[in-house]
C-alpha cells in the first residue's frame, strides 16, 4: 500500500464510532421531546375530536356526559385574556419605555429595578397565587371573583411583557432618535412618533406570547379561588373557572365520557394557544423592520 | 433665550490657546457677522477631558471646516453647537458658546428650540423608516407647522436638489433611496425646520465619490442662505468646500497617557492648506502625520 492512500484513510475506526454515536444521541434526544408531544397531540385528538362539537362550547358543565359542555370556562379564560390585555399592555411598555428611555442605567436604583424585574420573570406562579389571595381577594376585599384571577394573571405575565418591550424598544436604532433630536423633537415626541411605532412589530409578539402564557396557568387562578363547577357564565365580580381548572375537573370525575369532554376541552385550549402563537409569528414576520 | 454679558464669563483654557485660536485677520470673511462665538469650551466625559481649551468664531453664509486625526475631538466638539451632547448623561460642557451673543447653555434656554435653529446632519445617513414625505414632513409637523405641508416639504427637497428625483415617489419608503439620496434626503429634513445653521458631522463619509461631490455642490449652494459647519476626514474635501478651517490634534499626557482634542489652528482654509501657522499642521495637511 503507498503511503499516500494511507493518508486518506481514517485515522481509526474508534474516531468514526463516537461521531456516529454522538450524532446518534443528539438525534435521540430530539425524537424524545418530539415523539412524546407527537404522541400527546395523537391521543387528545383521537379521544376528544368525537366530542368536540357545539355542545361543548355552547353548553354549560352538567352531571350528564351528553349535555356537558365548557361554555363557562371558554367564556371566563376569553373574558381574562381580554382584561388582561387591557392591563399588562400599558403597564409593561410604559415600564420598558422609562426604564429604555428615561432611567439614567448608571444609577443604583435603576438597574436593581432592572435586576428585579428579571428575577420576577422567574418567581414560581403559585407564589402570585398566594400574592393574589393575600392582596386582591382578601386585603382588597375584591373576593373570589374573576377581576381578582385577571389581575393575578396580569402580574404573572407583566415581567415577560417589560423584557420583551424592552428588547423591542433597544432595537431601534439610536440614529433614528438622534434625527429626531436634531430636528427640534421634544423626547415625548421622539418616543411618541420614532421609537414606538418602529418596536409595536416586537411589542406585540412579545405580549402575545405572554398572553399564551397566561392562558394555561391553573396554580395562581385556584389559589384566588377559581372554583372547579361553575353553570352560569362569568361576570366580572362574580366566581369563576377557567379552561384549564375546568379540563382538570372533568379528568378527575369518574365516568369515562368525561375524560373524553376533558380531551375535546384539551383542543379547544390549544386551538386558542396555536392561534395566538401564529398570530404572532406572523406579527412579527409581516412588521419586521430592517435597518 | 438669555442675552449674557460675554465678559462675564471666565475663559480659562481660552487663555491658554489664545494665540493658537486665532481667526482670520484682514479678511472679507472676518467682518461678517458672528453666528457661533466659543471661548475656553471644554467637553467632559465622566469628568475626563476629550477636548479642551478651544476658542473661535464661526461666520455667517460660509463654510467651516473641522479636520483633525480621529480622536481629536471634532464630532465632539460640533454636538456642542446643538447640545446634542446633553443626551448623554456623562457629558459635561464647560466654557461659553454665544449664539448671535446669547449664551447657548444658559439656564433659560431650552436644548429643543436650540435644536429647531441649528439643524444637524448625521455621519450616516439615518431616514425614518416611513416615506419620503413623512420624513421631511416630521420636523415640521412636531413643531405644528401643519399649514402648506405639501409645499414646506416640496421646497425643502427642491433645496437639497432631490426633488426632481423624488417627486413622483414620495410615498415610497425612505429607505428604497440609495446612499447619497438617503443623505440628501437628510439635509432636506433638516432644511424643513428653516433652520440658521446646519451642522454636518462627516456627512460624506459613508458615501461613493459621486454623491459626495453632489454633498460638495449642494453646500456651496446652501451657504448662501444658511451657515454651514461641517467635520470630515478628508482633506481635500475641506479645501474644496470650506471657507475656514479650524485644525484639531490630540495632545497625549506624559504622565498617565490620556489622549485630549485640541485646537490647534483656526484660520482661512486657504492659509491652512498653503502656508499654515503651526509645524503640526502642515505635518497633517501634508500627510506626514495621522
Known sequence: MSSDAFRLRSRSRGDRTRGVVFQALLLLSLAIGFVTLGVLLFDVLRRGIPYLDATLLTKPPSASPEEAGARPAILATIYMMGILLLTVVPIGVGTAIYLEEYANKERWYNRLLDLNIQNLAAVPSIVYGILGLAFLVRGLGLGRVLLAGALILTLLVLPTVIVSAREAIRAVPDSIRQGGYALGATQWQVIWRQVLPSAIPGIATGSILALARAIGETAPLILVGALTYVSFNPTLMGPFTALPIQIYQYISRPQDEFKLIAAAAIIVLLAILLTMNAFAIWLRNRYQKRW | ?290
Request: proline share 5%; glycine share 8%.
Open chain 2, 1 to 290: 433665550m438669555t442675552e449674557m454679558d460675554s465678559t462675564a464669563t471666565p475663559p480659562r483654557m481660552a487663555e491658554v490657546h489664545v494665540e493658537t485660536a486665532v481667526g482670520p485677520k484682514d479678511s472679507e470673511l472676518s467682518r461678517r457677522e458672528v453666528v457661533f462665538d466659543v471661548q475656553g469650551l471644554e467637553v467632559l466625559y465622566a469628568g475626563v477631558p476629550a477636548l479642551t481649551g478651544v476658542s473661535l468664531k464661526i461666520h455667517k453664509n460660509a463654510v467651516t471646516a473641522f479636520i483633525g486625526p480621529s480622536g481629536c475631538g471634532k464630532s465632539t466638539f460640533i454636538r456642542c453647537f446643538n447640545r446634542m451632547n446633553d443626551l448623554i448623561p456623562s457629558a459635561c460642557v464647560e466654557g461659553t458658546i454665544l449664539y448671535h451673543g446669547a449664551d447657548l447653555y444658559g439656564s433659560e434656554v431650552d436644548p429643543v428650540e436650540v435644536r429647531k435653529l441649528i439643524g444637524m446632519v448625521f455621519q450616516k445617513p439615518n431616514p425614518f423608516p416611513k416615506s419620503i414625505f413623512d420624513n421631511i414632513a416630521f420636523g415640521p409637523r412636531v413643531l405644528g407647522w401643519n399649514k402648506g405641508l405639501a409645499e414646506r416639504v416640496e421646497q425643502a427637497l427642491r433645496r437639497a436638489a432631490l426633488w426632481d428625483e423624488v417627486k413622483d415617489r414620495l410615498k415610497e419608503s425612505a429607505l428604497s433611496l440609495s446612499g447619497g439620496q438617503q443623505q440628501r434626503l437628510c439635509i432636506a429634513r433638516a432644511l424643513s425646520v428653516e433652520p440658521e445653521v446646519i451642522l454636518m458631522d462627516e456627512p460624506a463619509s459613508a458615501l461613493d465619490p459621486i454623491s459626495t461631490h453632489r454633498i460638495e455642490d449642494l453646500m456651496d449652494e446652501l451657504k448662501q442662505q444658511y451657515t454651514i459647519v461641517i467635520v470630515t476626514h478628508n482633506m481635500q474635501q475641506a479645501a474644496r468646500v470650506a471657507d475656514m478651517t479650524a485644525f484639531f490634534s490630540v495632545e497625549v499626557d506624559e504622565d498617565d497617557g490620556r489622549r485630549t482634542g485640541i485646537l490647534v489652528e483656526y484660520d482661512l482654509t486657504q492659509k491652512i492648506f498653503t502656508k499654515p501657522g503651526d509645524q503640526r499642521t502642515e505635518d497633517y495637511v501634508t500627510g506626514r502625520f495621522g
